[in-house]
C-alpha cells in the first residue's frame, strides 16, 4: 500500500513540475435521473451542516493527496450511500477529502466547487445538481491540471476526465421485464402504463423511462400517460393524481427515481387502488424497501452508489497518477455501473437483467 501511495505522490510531483507555468482558476455542475438519473432519490434526515462543510478522511489520511468531493445533496439517501463509498475509499487510500453539499441549489453547486478549486485539491469529484453548469467548473479546474471525475446525473457536454453511471436504459428494461412477471402472476388486465419523470436536466436518469417503454410497447401495452415530477416525492403524488383522473384504465406505473415512485404509491393507496396498479421505481432507497415490504411497491431497480463512490477515488488517483483510464464508452468517457432488481419481497433478485 505504502508502495502504491508513494507512486501517485512521485507521479503526482513529476506531472507537476512538467507543468509548472499552466495556472489561474474557473466553475460549472450538470443533469438527471437522477438518477437518478436527477438522478434521483429517497430523502433522509439532511447531514449535519458542519459534516456535509469540511472533513478529512480518517487517520489515515497522509495529507499529501488532497481529493475534493461535492454531492448534489446530503438530503438524499442515494447521495448519503455515494458519499459513504467515496469516505470508505478515501481512508482506505489514506486520502484527504474535502465534502461540498450541493444541496441541490445551482449557485451553491459554482460557488462550492470553485471554493474548493481553491483549497489545493488534487482531484475533484462532482456529483451534479445541475449539468449544465459543468463545462465552467472542468474548465476551471483544468486550468489548474486538476483532473475531475463526475459521479452520476450528467456531464453538461463539459471535457470532464471520466463520469461514472448506472446502466440506466439497462435498468428500465430489467422493470418493465419484473412488470409483465407480475401483471401476469397476479392476473391484473388491462393494457395501459404510465411513467413519471425526472427532470430533463437528469440526462442519464430520464434513459430509465424509455426502457421501461421498450418492453412494455414490444409486449403489445400502450403508454397511457407520461408526466415529469422532478425527482420529488410530493411533485410524484401529485402526478400520480392527475394520472387516476384521466387514465383510471391504468394496470402499471414507473417512475425514474424512488422519490417519485414513493409518492405516486401514496396517492394510489389513498385512492383505495392499492394492489391493483403496480408501482415499480428506481434506485433501491431503504424507504422504497419498507414500501415494497409493506406492499405499497412492486419493486425498485437498484443502483449501487457505494460503489460508485469508491470509483470516484479510484479514479481521480489514477488520473492524479497520470493514468489514462479504462472507457466502456469512450466516446463519452462514461464508466458503466451496474444494476439489479428488488423484487417484492424486498430482496435482489438477479433473474431479470438487461436487455438491449
Known amino acids: 500500500m505504502k508502495k502504491k501511495i508513494l507512486a ?26 437522477p438518477a437518478v438519473e ?4 429517497a430523502a433522509e434526515e439532511p447531514l449535519a451542516e458542519e459534516q456535509a462543510d469540511e472533513e478529512p478522511a480518517g487517520e489515515e489520511a497522509t495529507g499529501n ?15 448519503q450511500s455515494m458519499h459513504a463509498g467515496v469516505e470508505e475509499e478515501a481512508k482506505a487510500q489514506g486520502v484527504e477529502l474535502i465534502i461540498h453539499d450541493q444541496n441541490n441549489d445551482e449557485n451553491e453547486l459554482l460557488t462550492g466547487t470553485m471554493n474548493l478549486l481553491d483549497q489545493g485539491i488534487d482531484a475533484l469529484i462532482v456529483s451534479p445538481c445541475k449539468p449544465e453548469v459543468m463545462g465552467n467548473i472542468v474548465s476551471a ?15 453538461g457536454g463539459s471535457d470532464k476526465d471520466a463520469i461514472v453511471v448506472s446502466d440506466m436504459f439497462g435498468g428500465g428494461t430489467i422493470g418493465g421485464q419484473y412488470a409483465l412477471h407480475l401483471l401476469e402472476e397476479k392476473g391484473i388486465e388491462g393494457k395501459e402504463y404510465a411513467i413519471i419523470k425526472c427532470e430533463e436536466s437528469a440526462v442519464y436518469a430520464i434513459q430509465r ?15 397511457a400517460a407520461e408526466i415529469t415530477a422532478n425527482s420529488d416525492q410530493t411533485e410524484g403524488y401529485s402526478a400520480m393524481q392527475d394520472i387516476l383522473a384521466s387514465n383510471p384504465d391504468v394496470v402499471t406505473v414507473f417512475a425514474e427515481n424512488d422519490n417519485m415512485a414513493l ?9 383505495g387502488k392499492a394492489g391493483e396498479i403496480l408501482v415499480i421505481g428506481f434506485n433501491g432507497d431503504e424507504a422504497a424497501l419498507e414500501a415494497i415490504k409493506d406492499g405499497t411497491m412492486a419493486g425498485s431497480v437498484a443502483q449501487q452508489p457505494v ?44 433473474g431479470f437483467t438487461v436487455k438491449k
Open 263 to 271: 409518492g405516486a404509491a401514496s396517492a394510489i393507496d389513498e385512492a
Open 65 to 79: 493527496i488532497k481529493i475534493g468531493a461535492s454531492f448534489y445533496s446530503l438530503a438524499f439517501e442515494y447521495f
Open 38 to 41: 436527477a438522478e434521483e432519490p
Open 209 to 223: 423511462g424509455p426502457g421501461f417503454e421498450s418492453i412494455m410497447d414490444e409486449a403489445g401495452y400502450t403508454k
Open 141 to 155: 479546474a483544468h486550468e489548474k491540471n486538476i483532473p475531475v471525475i463526475i459521479l452520476d446525473i450528467g456531464d
Open 307 to 350: 460503489e460508485i463512490g469508491r470509483l470516484g477515488i479510484t479514479l481521480s488517483l489514477q488520473r492524479i497518477a497520470g493514468e489514462e483510464l479504462d472507457f466502456d464508452n469512450e466516446a463519452d468517457k462514461e464508466i458503466f455501473a451496474g444494476v439489479f432488481l428488488i423484487d417484492e419481497t424486498g430482496e435482489r433478485n438477479d
Open 8 to 33: 501517485v505522490l512521485m507521479a503526482t510531483a513529476m506531472v507537476a513540475t512538467l507543468l509548472a507555468g499552466c495556472g489561474s482558476q474557473p466553475a460549472e455542475t450538470p443533469a438527471e435521473e
